[in-house]
């Protein structure tokens, strides 16, 4: 029964991934922080089934997490970006979302659940299962995966001050991500130029060896040199100067190393 639940979960997983890696190539700031999956075990599906009072034979009609994806995003606000991707995605149907966010559970939990239809190829026919999504900031997974823990330990009989003391962080939890949204451009605009800055470096990099194919060893040993100058000063426009510089001269080379070929070639 759990073969089309894992097969849900890896492409899901991978999708979701993706989506990641294409903010990330289009150099944009990604809702997506990470993305997980699991499917729930045999003996917690059962205790679930039995919880609620579900027969073993409708356990794939009334469990709607068998299969399920957890998305953690940086910020609030970016849960509703991916809310928003989900709910656009033409392979998945939305059957439910669960507000936890506006309004916490009395544990405290806070994140937000969408149940979705999902279909598979499996080996004979195609098959449409329900999947949980749970979308979450970083700080409200890390209440969240304590809390699951010690409830866990503790079943039913949590002690009734370690219950409050949950509390008290979950609100914790809340000023905090409320404290991190009103930072959120500054962080962003810090996380943007680090990237920028990584995605110039490693054009100038790659711009030097392909120099050391086609340019004169001295001069390009030169600008390597310079390269590091300019690299301890820390000074992003610098380097984009640079890096222009270089792509000019690189492109010049490369010109020249095609006409002399090209010339060879008429020689023979
Ligand atoms: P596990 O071990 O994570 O799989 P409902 O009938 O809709 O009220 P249901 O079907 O349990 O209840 O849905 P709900 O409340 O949306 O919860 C689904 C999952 O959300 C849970 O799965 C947990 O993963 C998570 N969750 C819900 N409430 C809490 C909470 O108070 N604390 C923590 N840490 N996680 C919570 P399972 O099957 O309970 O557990």
Known sequence: MLGPYRQAVDELVVKFTHIKQEYQD???????????????RISSILDKAHRKGVPIEQIEEKIEDIAGVRIICQFVEDISTVVGIIRGRSDLTVK???????????SGYRSYHMIVYYTVQTFGEPKTIE????IRTLAMNFWSTIEHSLQYKYKENMPDGLRERLLRAADAVSVLDKEMASVRDEIMDAQNSNRQKANIVTNILNNIENLYHIAN???????????????KKDDIALLKRFNKELDVLSET????????SAGRFIDL
């Open 253 to 260: 080379h490369h010109a020249q190393s095609i006409q002399s």
């Open 96 to 106: 439910q979302e669960k507000d936890y966010i506006s309004k916490s559970k009395p």
């Open 131 to 134: 999947a949980e999504i749970q």
């Open 26 to 40: 289009a150099r944009m700031y990604s809702p997506i922080e990470s993305v997980s999956g699991r499917v729930k």
């Open 217 to 231: 060893e001295r001069e390009v040993s030169k600008i390597q040199k310079e390269f590091f100058e300019i690299y």
